[in-house]
């Protein structure tokens, strides 16, 4: 059977490749303990459960305006004032099924065939498969470990060229938890003033994940605000990732363009979720701000146990709920069947079939010698899942 072309433009999410692995494995009674989890392990909050019964009992089961209900964008609005001192308007938010959904849009409503995307390394899997999609070059710029795998002026512009359309990249970052400070974002704006065709698309899902005290948009500085495309969301902060609401804020004219490429996709949001969104941005953030601590503690239990393991090289992360380690040097050795361990790829694999751990390799982010670890899930399943970990590494000869 021939299909699309299509489809062999971009590859499956290494990330739901790996939890779907593991739900396989868990069916056949095999106890897997995932350290691959990219969403929070908490349920959400009652008050936002509350609000989505209460739209139920009134009737908001109608198509609704495709960007969104008026009063759900003019919460964004609130929330970007209120946290990120962010003055939009309500026509330049755009509501989608989640923030993927609202990076898809962007990209399609911004890069041609052709055009230069630069994404730099490690980044979201989804990215570089969307910036495919449509046609464009994703051009992947290595970071450092020594830099905490953030860009630096003259990396983004020695990549900048006359068919350089977007730049793509999150603060905090999946998944390294990268975080851009005021004064490092200023030193990428002074590059971005010199080259006013580029638009910048700044992820910031994992805002509210942040251990280092405010967070940063470069969406605050003026000489650029029009040019970038801000992506947030609901699932990250406010344990929200089956209810799929995601939203951008943009100029106008983007926003436009967004809205009228989700039309002919999905419409709109789903329209009880919307309702719980507005209960989420505009009520109580205890419920966050409690999730967020209880992360801070997981993740120095996690960098504890690390010191553990022989050989790994790890930054702490500043931000989100994961690490990610260089585990190069387990690369080579073999496993008790006599199999070799060449590449991130084939440890991740390892450790699913060998230590029923699951995991992600770091390969699938751009960066090859690492692995990803989620904290995203409780202290005992944590110290179990990395105990078992620490043997099967052990066993590596």
Known sequence: MELSSL?????????????????????????????????????????????????????????????????LRQAVCEKLLRDNN?????????????????????????????DEVIIPTPYWVTYSEIVKLVGGKPIMVKTSFENGYKITPSELESHMNSKTRLFMFSSPCNPTGAVYTKNELAALVAVFEKHPDIFIMSDEIYEYINYGGQHESIAQFESVKDRVVVINGLS??????????????????????????QGQFTSATNSIAQRAAISALLSDMKPTFEMVTAFKERRKIVMDLLKGIPGIICNEPPGA?????????????????????????????????????????????????CIRLSFANSIENIKKGFGKLKVALEQLT
């Open 321 to 369: 709920f994961y690490v990610f380690p260089d585990v190069k040097c387990y690369f080579g050795k073999k496993t008790t069947n006599g199999e070799t361990i060449n590449n991130a790829d084939d440890l991740c694999m390892y450790l699913l079939n060998d230590a029923n751990v699951s995991t992600v390799t770091g390969g699938a982010f751009g960066e090859p010698n």
């Open 236 to 261: 990250k902060g406010y344990a929200m990732t089956g209810w799929r609401v995601g939203y951008i804020a943009a100029n106008a004219q983007i926003s436009k363009a967004c809205e009228k490429i």
């Open 7 to 71: 489809l062999n433009r971009f590859n499956e999410p290494e990330t739901l490749k790996m939890a779907k692995l593991g739900r396989e494995l868990r069916a056949k009674g095999i106890d897997i303990t995932d350290l691959s989890l990219g969403e929070p392990d908490f349920d959400t909050p009652q008050h936002i459960k509350d609000a989505a019964k209460k739209a139920i009992d009134e009737n908001f089961s109608h198509y609704t305006p495709v960007p969104g209900y008026l009063d």
């Open 86 to 114: 962010l003055k939009y308007a309500p026509e330049n938010i755009v509501v989608s099924t989640g923030a993927k959904q609202s990076i898809a849009n962007v990209v399609m409503a911004i890069v041609d065939a052709g």
